[in-house]
């Protein structure tokens, strides 16, 4: 009887250290639900670009139709079409004055539901450069 009682605990033993001494199987869990974001609508931003100078020509676009402009020295107003979350907006101006001379333009967005943004684009000749903001 003895015998069988001691067997009895050396079984249990090994039962209890074989589970400890196992190695852990991984638990699989669902992942967490994906919200479902929606498609981004194209935003009409309200731009005003204020220039250094008189400018012969300025062109700017947002990924769109671009905005063109001739012969003009004053602050430049109006809405501009964003077609994405992450814009890339692309400014040229062709100066009327040629001399050599540092020149800027600097250009306001304001984008519904977001904070006003600013960009100062600076060349020492016509300006050509793109912004992402």
Not at 70 to 83: C, W
Not at 106 to 121: D, K, S, Y
């Amino acid at each position: 009887m003895r015998t069988l009682v001691v067997l009895a605990v050396l079984l249990l033993a090994g039962i209890g250290l074989a589970r400890l001494t196992a190695p852990a199987t991984p638990q699989v869990t669902a992942p967490p639900p994906v919200e479902k974001s929606e498609p981004f609508k194209a935003n009409l931003a309200t731009f005003e670009l204020l220039l250094s100078g008189t400018a012969k020509r300025v062109s700017l676009e947002a990924g769109g139709e671009p905005l063109a402009f001739e012969n003009t020295a004053g602050p430049l107003t109006g809405k501009l079409s964003l077609s994405s979350d992450q814009p890339t907006i692309f400014l040229k101006v062709e100066w009327a004055d040629t001399t050599a001379g540092h020149r800027f333009a600097q250009l306001r967005l304001e984008i519904p539901g977001q904070a006003t943004r600013e960009h100062v684009f600076s060349a020492p000749a016509d300006i050509d450069d793109i912004w992402e903001p």
